[in-house]
């Protein structure tokens, strides 16, 4: 490889690493600043931005706001609230699995900040040493992303594989059982883990000191008939869009010019999701400054501008220097695909998101002729966020476990997502080799 692929290549590192350090739409910007620098710098010829996944986002996130702003995510936690309570000595296996279903539903991992709170408040409740569920809580909320059908991540998928005839359904059905079970084994591995509460030297000095946690702070949320009926609407979109991902004769085609064009699953997407929001908004009295204020129409923003600059940015990079990174890795990755999971794998610890890791790397993995089917078992790698405890949730998972039980090592990395974070996505992407081959 030439200096000059060098020169780019750390041009592209550099760029992540700043705007990683930056954070929020720092690293979309620092995507920018790359993408200059390789077009003006090295006279890099840019390739087109990724407009649909970006559109997609944007739809989703503004019916996801919608939902929120109605009332809606408030419903949904009084639900899980109930469900973890009524089941308190099981909360390590209980506590993903309801991050996993809020994540799978809305589409985002931040959902689990409202959620977070109450597991740790169980957990101290019934005795259980809150680092265990509150920590594979956290990582199902993001494997889940994996699983969604409205997640940008998926939806990324979606629109790069959509040319391969691989449908919705097609990756749902490999992602969703890989990443339940995977998050299951881990709970499985960790529910001994550490010193029982009781028994915790960091919390019984808390306690000593008058710093356990207060219970029942949060405030009364009020559920109305209008944020369940707003949660029907959103899941009835959610519904709609796996049904025409996973069975394209019911989405409406045309005659053009003789050929027949059907209606793309980006276009598909984009306008359910929009007509939801205005669904929500106009049935719901869901108030539109609320739903742009909210945090989960923020962090979808984040996500976009992440989107459009660091894909752009990798796309331009990998595409102008094709010819020098296929002959020197296509025979690696395709005697062992596996690799090419630790590659998304890594990416994502630089990117801290599912979705920008896929618009980055994915193509280039087409590129080099990997079997699509391998791409799916290999999209779970894409939730390496937790290796370097930097990201939203983990911190958030810390503050709210006032216990002391969920923190992060003298050592970094040897902090309490690790181990779950690591079995979990082992386990996914062994699994989704196993069952694409049943494909």
Same mark, same amino acid.
């Given at each position: 490889?030439?200096?000059l692929?060098?020169?780019?290549?750390?041009?592209?590192?550099?760029?992540?690493?700043?705007?990683?350090?930056?954070?929020?739409?720092?690293?979309?910007?620092?995507?920018?600043?790359?993408?200059?620098?390789?077009?003006?710098?090295?006279?890099?010829?840019?390739?087109?931005?990724?407009?649909?996944?970006?559109?997609?986002?944007?739809?989703?996130?503004?019916?996801?706001?919608?939902l929120?702003?109605?009332?809606?995510?408030?419903?949904?936690?009084?639900?899980?609230?109930?469900?973890?309570?009524?089941?308190?000595?099981?909360?390590?296996?209980?506590?993903?699995?309801?991050?996993?279903?809020?994540?799978?539903?809305?589409?985002?991992?931040?959902?689990?900040?409202?959620?977070?709170?109450?597991i740790?408040?169980?957990a101290?409740?019934?005795?259980?040493?809150?680092?265990?569920?509150m920590?594979?809580?956290?990582?199902?909320?993001?494997?889940?992303?994996?699983?969604?059908?409205?997640?940008?991540?998926?939806?990324?998928?979606?629109?790069?594989?959509?040319?391969?005839d691989i449908?919705?359904?097609?990756?749902? %059905?490999? #992602?969703?059982?890989?990443?339940? +079970?995977?998050?299951m /084994? @881990?709970? $499985?591995? *960790?529910?001994?883990? =550490?010193?029982?509460?009781?028994?915790?030297?960091?919390?019984?000095?808390?306690?000593?000191?008058?710093?356990?946690?207060?219970?029942?702070?949060?405030?009364?949320?009020?559920?109305?008939?209008l944020?369940?009926?707003?949660v029907?609407?959103?899941?009835?979109?959610?519904?709609?869009?796996?049904?025409?991902?996973?069975f394209?004769?019911?989405?409406?085609?045309?005659?053009?010019?003789g050929?027949?064009?059907?209606?793309?699953?980006?276009?598909?997407?984009?306008?359910?999701?929009?007509?939801?929001?205005?669904?929500?908004?106009?049935?719901?009295?869901?108030?539109?400054?609320?739903?742009? %204020?909210? #945090?989960?129409?923020?962090?979808? +923003?984040?996500?976009? /501008? @992440?989107? $459009?600059? *660091?894909?752009?940015? =990798?796309?331009?990079?990998?595409?102008?220097?094709?010819d020098?990174?296929?002959?020197?890795?296509?025979?690696?990755?395709?005697?062992?695909?596996?690799?090419?999971?630790?590659?998304?794998?890594?990416m994502?610890?630089?990117?801290?998101?599912?979705?920008?890791?896929?618009?980055?790397?994915?193509?280039?993995?087409?590129?080099?002729?990997?079997?699509?089917?391998?791409?799916?078992?290999?999209?779970?790698?894409?939730?390496?966020?937790?290796?370097?405890?930097?990201?939203?949730?983990?911190?958030?998972?810390?503050?709210?476990?006032?216990?002391?039980?969920?923190?992060?090592?003298?050592?970094?990395?040897?902090?309490?997502?690790?181990?779950?974070?690591?079995?979990?996505?082992?386990?996914?992407?062994?699994?989704?080799?196993?069952?694409?081959?049943?494909?």
């Open positions: 490889m030439s200096q692929f060098w020169l780019q290549f750390l041009v592209v590192i550099i760029a992540i690493f700043i705007g990683a350090r930056i954070g929020g739409i720092g690293l979309g910007v620092m995507g920018g600043v790359g993408l200059a620098i390789l077009t003006f710098g090295f006279g890099l010829q840019p390739t087109a931005p990724p407009i649909d996944v970006m559109l997609m986002i944007v739809a989703v996130i503004t019916a996801a706001g919608a929120q702003a109605a009332g809606g995510m408030n419903f949904l936690v009084t639900l899980a609230e109930k469900a973890l309570r009524r089941n308190p000595g099981r909360i390590t296996f209980m506590a993903p699995v309801v991050t996993y279903f809020f994540t799978f539903f809305a589409g985002t991992g931040h959902v689990a900040y409202t959620l977070l709170p109450v740790s408040e169980v101290q409740e019934s005795k259980v040493r809150p680092e265990r569920p920590s594979i809580a956290v990582i199902a909320s993001q494997q889940a992303i994996t699983a969604s059908p409205i997640s940008a991540a998926t939806v990324a998928l979606l629109a790069l594989l959509s040319p391969y449908t919705l359904l097609q990756i749902l %059905g490999v #992602t969703i059982p890989a990443t339940f +079970i995977g998050i /084994v @881990a709970a $499985f591995t *960790i529910r001994k883990r =550490g010193a029982e509460l009781d028994e915790d030297p960091e919390y019984n000095r808390r306690l000593e000191e008058g710093l356990a946690p207060i219970k029942n702070e949060r405030e009364k949320m009020v559920i109305t008939g944020s369940k009926l707003s029907a609407l959103f899941m009835f979109g959610a519904v709609l869009i796996v049904l025409l991902g996973s394209p004769e019911m989405r409406p085609a045309w005659n053009v010019e050929e027949i064009e059907q209606l793309s699953m980006p276009f598909a997407i984009q306008i359910i999701m929009l007509t939801v929001a205005a669904l929500i908004i106009l049935i719901c009295k869901a108030d539109v400054q609320n739903v742009a %204020g909210g #945090t989960v129409f923020r962090a979808g +923003i984040v996500a976009v /501008v @992440a989107i $459009f600059g *660091i894909a752009w940015m =990798g796309d331009t990079f990998f595409q102008a220097n094709m020098t990174i296929e002959p020197a890795v296509q025979g690696m990755v395709s005697a062992a695909p596996w690799i090419f999971a630790l590659a998304l794998f890594i994502s610890i630089l990117l801290n998101s599912q979705a920008a890791t896929v618009r980055a790397l994915m193509p280039l993995g087409l590129s080099l002729g990997i079997n699509p089917l391998f791409l799916i078992a290999m999209f779970p790698a894409v939730n390496g966020y937790f290796f370097i405890p930097n990201y939203g949730p983990i911190i958030a998972a810390i503050s709210f476990d006032r216990t002391g039980t969920t923190k992060i090592g003298k050592y970094v990395l040897n902090h309490s997502f690790m181990l779950p974070g690591l079995v979990t996505s082992v386990v996914a992407v062994a699994l989704g080799f196993l069952f694409v081959m049943f494909l």
